[in-house]
Antibody, heavy 114, light 112 residues
Framework: EVQLVESGGGLVQPGGSLRLSCAAS????????MHWVRQAPGKGLVWVSR????????SYADSVKGRFTISRDNAKNTLYLQMNSLRAEDTAVYYC???????WGQGTLVTVSS | DVVMTQSPLSLPVTLGQPASISCRSS???????????LNWFQQRPGQSPRRLIY???NRDSGVPDRFSGSGSGTDFTLKISRVEAEDVGVYYC?????????FGQGTKVEIK
């Protein structure tokens, strides 16, 4: 089955860190650009970061630049998002998505609160 | 960043009737390769987004043909020819031409 499965979300204090993972299956992961998109509770969708197929090129939204790092392990068919210096405004469901949104995971909730 | 403006933000529709959502971008979405990377997504209550339309007018696999997309440049439209109960949710346009990619605010479709 073609799918993306996120994990790693949870409750973290402001200033803390969290690493999200996205396991891909059913397609050739190494052929696709991959993305992280987030959705704050009751709000719309916001693109966070992207990475090219071999991991050599990355981009970030200004709101997370310098704090978040996207990476991938094509041997493990897994996408990552390392999130440092977390803020309350980073609270959201984080989705991984394939290329131009052709496939999405179920999302993982990150809550930043003391 | 490119601003995507959708209207209306709320769309009550009678079952079996058509629906139309407008999406306007603050700058042209024509990319240097000649393509226009304007996509439409559906997000049903409690679910992840699902892409319906890519590059303005191409339906994704499995998307009913009652959904259609049109437009060019900065002005785009998603149409549902006959709304069904399963179409309830929030619809987002999204541009993938200029980084950072940006979404519209979302249009909530509900049944009258």
């Amino acid at each position: 089955e073609v799918q993306l499965v996120e994990s790693g979300g949870g409750l973290v204090q402001p200033g803390g860190s969290l690493r999200l993972s996205c396991a891909a299956s059913g397609f050739t992961f190494s052929s696709y650009w991959m993305h992280w998109v987030r959705q704050a509770p009751g709000k719309g969708l916001v693109w966070v970061s992207r990475i090219n197929s071999d991991g050599s090129s990355t981009s970030y939204a200004d709101s997370v630049k310098g704090r978040f790092t996207i990476s991938r392990d094509n041997a493990k068919n897994t996408l990552y998002l390392q999130m440092n210096s977390l803020r309350a405004e980073d609270t959201a469901v984080y989705y991984c998505a394939r290329d131009l949104g052709s496939l999405w995971g179920q999302g993982t909730l990150v809550t930043v609160s003391s | 960043d490119v601003v995507m403006t959708q209207s209306p933000l709320s769309l009550p529709v009678t079952l079996g009737q058509p629906a139309s959502i407008s999406c306007r971008s603050s700058q042209s979405l024509v990319y240097s390769d000649g393509n226009t990377y304007l996509n439409w997504f559906q997000q049903r209550p409690g679910q992840s987004p699902r892409r319906l339309i890519y590059k303005v007018s191409n339906r994704d696999s499995g998307v009913p043909d009652r959904f259609s997309g049109s437009g060019s440049g900065t002005d785009f439209t998603l149409k549902i020819s006959r709304v069904e109960a399963e179409d309830v949710g929030v619809y987002y346009c999204m541009q993938g031409t200029h980084w950072p990619w940006t979404f519209g605010q979302g249009t909530k479709v509900e049944i009258k």
